[in-house]
C-alpha cells in the first residue's frame, strides 16, 4: 500500500514564484490536511479537508490555498512564495479511530 | 484554546535503559484523544500510541506505554528498553473528538546513547 504520497521531496523556490505540493492518499479517507514543521514549534496546521468539495482553514492559512476536487487528491498551492514559507510540509488523511497517516513531507526553502 | 507543551528540548538515555519524556495539555474538552509520534532522522511522522481519554487504562504498546493523568492534564511516555533505533524526535499531540485537528507539542529530542 502506498497510503499517503507527497511529492516532490525538496523544493527551492524564489520568492515570489508560485507553486504547488501534491498530496495523494489510497486508502479511501474522507478527511485530509496539510501542516508544516517549523524548527522548535511542532506541526501547525494550515488547512484541512472533510471531504471532495470541503475545505476550511487551519491555525496558519495565510499565503496557502487549497481545492479537493477528488477524495484521493490534496494539492496546497503557494501562489507567491515568501521566504517565511520555508519550512517542511506534511500532508496527512485520517483513518477510522482517529488515526492520521502522514505522507514523507516536503522540504521547502524559499530564497 | 487548546494547547500541548513538552517542556524537555532533548533527552538522552543509555541503552537498555527507560526514559520517560514528558507532555502537559489543556482543554475543556471531555472527548478527546492524546498520541505519540516518533520522528526519526528520515523525517517520517510514525505514530507510536494512542490514548483515548474516556478509557482509564494507560495504553501500551510493546516498549511504549504512557502514564494518563487526565485531572492534571499529564500524558508521558515511558521507553523500556531503550535501542539505538529509538533515537528520534517525539511529538505529544491532542485531538478533540472526531475533529482531525491535531495539535503538537514542540517535539523532544531523544538520543540512545550505546
Known amino acids: 500500500n502506498a497510503g499517503v504520497t507527497q511529492t516532490p521531496k525538496f523544493q527551492v523556490l524564489k520568492t515570489g514564484q508560485s507553486m504547488t505540493l501534491q498530496c495523494a492518499q489510497d486508502?479511501?479517507?474522507?478527511?485530509m490536511s496539510w501542516y508544516r514543521q517549523d524548527p522548535g514549534m511542532g506541526l501547525r496546521l494550515i488547512h484541512y479537508s472533510v471531504g471532495a468539495g470541503i475545505t476550511d482553514q487551519g491555525e496558519v492559512p495565510n499565503g496557502y490555498n487549497v481545492s479537493r476536487s477528488t477524495t484521493e487528491d490534496f494539492p496546497l498551492r503557494l501562489l507567491s512564495a515568501a521566504p517565511s514559507q520555508t519550512s517542511v510540509y506534511f500532508c496527512?488523511?485520517?483513518?477510522?479511530?482517529?488515526?492520521?497517516?502522514f505522507g514523507a513531507g516536503t522540504r521547502l526553502s524559499v530564497l | 484554546a487548546q494547547t500541548v507543551t513538552q517542556s524537555q528540548p532533548e533527552m538522552s538515555v543509555q541503552e537498555a535503559e527507560t526514559v520517560t519524556l514528558s507532555c502537559t495539555y489543556d482543554t475543556s474538552e471531555n472527548n478527546y484523544y492524546l498520541f505519540w509520534y516518533k520522528q526519526p532522522p528520515s523525517r517520517q511522522m510514525i505514530l507510536v500510541i494512542r490514548q483515548e481519554a474516556y478509557k482509564q487504562q494507560n495504553a501500551t504498546e510493546n516498549r511504549f506505554s504512557v502514564n494518563f493523568q487526565k485531572a492534571a492534564k499529564s500524558f508521558s511516555l515511558k521507553i523500556s528498553d531503550s535501542q539505538l533505533g529509538d533515537t528520534a524526535m517525539y511529538f505529544c499531540a491532542f485531538t478533540a473528538g472526531n475533529t482531525g485537528k491535531l495539535i503538537f507539542g514542540q517535539g523532544t529530542t531523544l538520543q540512545v546513547k550505546p
Open positions: 486508502m479511501n479517507h474522507e478527511y
Open positions: 496527512a488523511s485520517k483513518g477510522g479511530i482517529n488515526i492520521q497517516y
